[in-house]
């Protein structure tokens, strides 16, 4: 864990205007000062992502939250019921909102987060300020669950890295909006749509819609893909391929050997297949395989947005 010094100097860059690598336990974030024109504009930069798609808003609590988003009573139930977590919640700006319009896209509503890491709670507790802070990967790329992996993509790019270790997670926050008594879920994640059966009403897809003004921009975008391409739903490796298995199907390494290094999970467990996806699918793709195949993975729990990220990534080729 860094120590209180790391976090008050990243805190320090922060309000200066500089990018810092922030541990979160979803995926490690790419965090700005939301309220800073130019500390956004260079994440957008940073990451290559397109202005379109826009940034959530990290806060450290609910009183924190309420200066940026108004909240209705379903939200409400829906905040005290996972913050600190990883639901994202989007909703209209209030009109005195400090964050950057650019961090919303020119958007009317904005997407909110607390989140429950110590160190991320350290960080928005020494700046004060709302930290805008999209997953810490070049746009299009892996989600990243490693400093390593931040300083891989983004390491030109920000002040420092606070190194907290593996996220624990390993998957992005559910994004959802608010409709009514129900949400209607505009991105799978760390918050499963059973829990949120807990909570709301009807839980649902936000189902067709126009690609020119989608519910959520990042909806349209290719995602999470490694440059080898891959395989979904598959028993065995390519020649010359890696083979992620689950469960009953075991990895297969470079070495054309079943290995269970390269498992999601050997015992066929979701929650740590979620874990362990993005740095697999990025070690994979270190080694330059003709091919990453990954065995079906189910839908169940975290099964969803582990598929959600899969069907993405291997889209993204086609
Ligand atoms: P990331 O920052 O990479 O975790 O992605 C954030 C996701 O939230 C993207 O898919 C965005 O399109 C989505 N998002 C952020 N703000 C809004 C908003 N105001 N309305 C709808 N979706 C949003
Ligand atoms: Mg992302």
Known sequence: MPAPAEIDRAARLLLDGRLVGMPTETVYGLAADATN???????FAAKGRPAINPLIAHVPDMEAARRLAIFNPQADRLAAAFWPGGLTLVLPRTVDCPVDLLACAGLTTIAVRVPDHPVAQALLRATGRPLAAPSANRSGRPSPTLAAHVQADL??????????GPAQVGLE???????????????????????????????????????????????????YAPVSTMRL??????????????????????????????????????????????????????QRPTQIAVAPVPDAGLGAAINDRLRRAAASQA
């Open 155 to 164: 390491g030109d790019a920000i002040a420092m890295v606070l190194d907290a």
């Open 233 to 286: 739903e598959a028993a065995e490796a390519a020649p010359g391929g890696i083979l992620l298995g689950f469960g009953p199907v075991s990895g297969v390494g470079p070495d054309g050997g079943a290995d269970p290094a390269w498992s999601l999970s050997p015992v066929g467990d979701v929650v740590e297949a979620a874990s362990r996806l993005f740095a697999l699918i990025r070690s994979a793709d270190a």
């Open 37 to 43: 024109p130019a500390a956004v504009a260079a994440v």
């Open 173 to 223: 926050s559910t994004v959802v909006r608010v409709d009514g008594s129900g949400v209607i879920v505009l991105r799978d994640g760390a918050v499963t749509r059973d829990a949120l059966r807990g909570v709301a009403r009807a839980v649902t897809d936000v189902g067709a819609f126009d690609p020119a003004a989608p519910p959520s921009p990042g909806m349209i975008l290719r995602h």
